[in-house]
């Protein structure tokens, strides 16, 4: 695999752009650092929210940059708005409800893979969403070592 140079500086409209339930996702990932973790936007539509889900292999932390609503971490439900930071250990279950805000998430995974689930579930800007199974789903999803509930 051809690794791209490096790019120190990555603007906020910048990185792959997809559409995961209505919102941006934007993948800021850099291929050129050794031991990258992922980093990402996610935009969560209100009332969408992100399902129960755990990785078998990486731990999350999300920063809240806009919005409020609900995270839940192996059944406990915390309220969580602006300014807020969340860590995830691998193999818990986690997600987040968002009935009356629009949610926009910074998140970061490591080690990397989540990007590639992104991009194979999510569509590009414009396109028409996909409509998919929970078995579909989690089959796309486990490639990159995540189940949903």
Do not use: C
Request: hydrophobic letters at 40%.
């Amino acid at each position: 695999m051809e690794l791209k140079p490096l790019k120190a500086y990555v603007g906020g409209e910048e990185g792959e752009h997809v559409i995961m339930r209505g919102g941006s996702v934007f993948i800021k990932s850099n291929v050129g650092l050794s031991g990258r973790p992922a980093l990402g936007t996610q935009q969560v539509l209100r009332g969408v929210g992100i399902p129960i889900h755990r990785h078998f292999e990486m731990d999350e932390t999300f920063y809240v940059l806009e919005g409020s609503g609900t995270f839940i971490l192996d059944e406990v439900r915390y309220p969580i708005a602006k300014g807020g930071s969340i860590f995830i250990p691998r193999l818990a279950w986690h997600g987040f409800e968002n009935p009356d805000e629009e949610l926009l998430l910074l998140w970061m995974m490591a080690p990397a893979g989540v990007e590639g689930m992104f991009r194979d579930l999510g569509t590009a800007p414009g396109s028409a969403a996909i409509e998919r199974t929970k078995d579909e789903v989690n089959r796309i999803a486990g490639k990159y070592g995540t189940v949903f509930r």
